[in-house]
């Protein structure tokens, strides 16, 4: 972190930064005009969806009951336990789940992404495809934009039910029933709370992919560069990913909630 706020690190952080938007632009062209390989999308998203999906469940189970602990003995004491599984339902399905898996995937595959096709580029293999008269964005960048976008959604969704289903289970150990706890998520949560997070994850996938890819396209250095461009790409995303967050959660929901009356009642 201190590189990248170097003078020197801060300039080069905003070279590739330049650069990754250049390279969205080229990603968004290539699937409007492009063919997609399918084949290797559909690597990709095994790489990214179920080699990530034991460590989401897991920390989205544990999340939710976190939150449910914080939560519920505050509730409690304000009379309010009733509303304990809704709050917990919003908070996962509009922010939490989202965020988290988008960090679980920057950390995990973001990474992998800007190790691997960083040492393709030290090594020259880039300059390959090249000769081979073919292009490192159709045959690199789209597979894995592709993956990020389909795949962080649907573990958002995966996480959202587990984390439910964590908070349940403490929940119950606060003496609140199982059936309070559903109808006050069915009484809270809507239709545009669920999608909220799966439209976020498509945001943050393309980031992370895009990224993961710029920071692995523009490595220098040999070995070295490689780590850096790893670290920084991973450094990157996570600070991306939280201000998409501020600025798709105030266009999404602004103003008092039916949650806000629910309380209120």
Same mark, same amino acid.
């Given at each position: ?43 990709? +998203? ?15 189970? &544990? ?7 914080? &939560? ?27 965020? +988290?898996?988008?960090?679980? &995937?920057?950390?995990? &595959? ?156």
């Amino acid at each position: 972190m201190n590189r990248i706020l170097s003078s020197s690190g801060l300039w080069s952080w905003i070279q590739r930064s330049w650069a990754a938007i250049l390279l969205s632009g080229k990603a968004i062209f290539f699937l409007i005009t492009r063919k997609l390989d399918f084949s290797s999308s559909l690597e990709q +998203m095994m790489a990214v969806g179920p080699a990530s999906l034991l460590i989401a469940l897991v920390t989205a189970s &544990v999340i939710g009951m976190i939150f449910t602990i914080q &939560v519920a003995r505050e509730f409690l004491q304000l009379g309010a336990g009733s509303a304990v599984g809704g709050i917990l339902a919003i908070a996962l399905a509009r922010e939490l789940c989202p965020v +988290m898996m988008a960090v679980v &995937v920057a950390g995990r &595959v973001g990474s992998a992404f800007a190790a691997e096709i960083g040492t393709m580029k030290v090594t020259e293999q880039i300059d390959a495809l090249y000769m081979l008269n073919t292009d490192p964005i159709e045959y690199l960048v789209i597979p894995r934009l592709v993956a990020c976008c389909i795949m962080v959604p649907a573990l958002s969704i995966l996480a959202l039910f587990t984390g439910l289903t964590g908070g349940l289970i403490v929940a119950q150990m606060y003496g609140i029933a199982d059936t309070v706890y559903l109808d006050s998520i069915y009484n809270f949560l809507d239709v545009w709370d669920i999608l909220s997070g799966p439209i976020k994850g498509v945001v943050f996938g393309a980031l992370i992919a895009i990224i993961g890819c710029s920071w692995g396209l523009t490595t220098r250095g040999g070995a070295k560069g490689v780590g850096q461009s790893t670290t920084a790409a991973v450094v990157t995303s996570l600070l991306a990913i939280f201000v998409s967050d501020l600025f798709l959660s105030w266009l999404m929901f602004q103003g008092l909630g039916q949650g806000a009356t629910m309380i209120g009642q």
